[in-house]
């Protein structure tokens, strides 16, 4: 494994990380988790994310149970706030009571001392930025975070935080999860240089497009029984995806992968990671050898001619915006 700082943090974060979007939260998938988690360890991933959002406080709760066994130290572990955890106008947001109150209901459910890397999970319209931005620095401050970082915030919405931070002398942001793969690209026009010039670094999640970059999915063919797709309680986000003009880049991918004679989940993996400007790719997985296989990823350098062949591959689909 190799790691990266988090922006311009000391905090050191394996390349390949670990998330818990839909992938734990019930009973039945616990097992799953701790088994995961046991080879992410064992592959040298140390940072792991969740979000009280996921499965209302489940994946938090999962999460937190597979990691009990593991010295404290020895991994980062990310959660979130901002989507509605109850039915009351204070139960959402990004206000001092939300951001406080969850921030303990969440390390209650992880059964931790405190939180690593703690995102909004997306900016909020209706709260003052400089509420948001003193509230997590008086979390930081009671040692409950150790950095606080945004999700899905464009350019202005972070220059906004870094002015503000600046002028009261408030501990900076370190970090922006937004999402970031070879079909979704607006990062790079502003988001990058904005948060390099910050000093923020991209935790990216679905890197391999909901994975539809990990080539289960084929042209001409029908969708496989047991993949992401075929469950309607989260195909909404993969539909976009399933089109033919899609499926063929793909399948033209595949082959610059079989050049390269690695997968084309590790070809998406290495493209997302040549950005400097990225911190770490998040990966979900259901199985220990996915993220056995995955990881594999940061040990794969694509040359110019092969980014070059697929920057043409890409611009069959340069004008395309999946539906999120």
Same mark, same amino acid.
């Given at each position: 494994m190799k790691y990266r700082n988090v922006g311009r943090s000391g905090l050191k974060v394996s390349e390949i990380s670990l998330g818990s979007w839909l992938t734990y939260g019930t009973a039945a998938e616990q097992k /799953?988790?701790?088994?995961?988690? *046991?080879?992410?360890? @064992?592959?040298?991933?140390?940072?792991?994310?969740?979000?009280?959002?996921?499965n209302r406080g489940e994946g938090e709760k999962a999460m937190g149970a597979a990691l009990k066994p593991y010295e404290r130290s020895s991994y980062v572990l990310s959660s979130k706030v901002y989507f509605p955890m109850g039915e009351g106008p204070n139960d959402r947001g990004?206000?001092?009571?939300?951001?406080?109150?969850q921030c303990d209901a969440s390390l209650k459910r992880l059964g931790v001392e405190y939180i690593d890397l703690y995102f909004c999970h997306r900016y909020d319209i209706h709260t003052p930025l400089e509420e948001t931005l003193r509230a997590l620095d008086d979390l930081v401050a009671q040692g409950k975070i150790m950095y606080a970082a945004v999700s899905e915030w464009?350019? /202005?919405?972070?220059?906004?935080? *870094?002015?503000?931070? @600046?002028r009261l002398r408030l501990r900076p942001l370190i970090s922006n999860q937004p999402i970031y793969n070879m079909f979704e690209r607006y990062i790079e026009r502003e988001v990058l240089p904005v948060s390099a010039q910050k000093g923020l670094g991209q935790v990216v999640f679905s890197p391999l497009a909901q994975g539809i970059l990990t080539g289960k999915y084929k042209l001409g063919q029908p969708i496989p029984t047991e993949s992401r797709a075929a469950n309607d309680s989260v195909n909404s986000f993969i539909n976009s995806y399933l089109n033919d003009q899609v499926l063929q880049v793909v399948?033209?991918?595949?082959?610059?992968?079989?050049?390269?004679?690695?997968?084309?989940?590790?070809?998406?993996?290495?493209?997302?990671?040549?950005?400097?400007?990225?911190?770490s790719a998040l990966i979900g997985a259901t199985r220990p050898e996915q993220i056995e296989e995955n990881v594999k990823a940061v040990d794969v350098e694509l040359g110019p001619e092969t980014l070059e062949q697929i920057e043409v591959i890409l611009k069959q689909v340069a004008n395309f915006s999946p539906a999120r």
């Open positions: /799953a988790a701790d088994a995961c988690i *046991a080879k992410a360890f @064992e592959s040298g991933i140390n940072f792991f994310d969740t979000a009280n959002a996921y990004l206000s001092r009571k939300h951001i406080f109150e464009n350019g /202005a919405q972070i220059t906004e935080a *870094a002015g503000i931070a @600046e399948h033209d991918l595949e082959q610059v992968a079989q050049q390269l004679n690695i997968s084309l989940a590790q070809l998406a993996l290495a493209w997302v990671l040549r950005q400097p400007g990225v911190s």
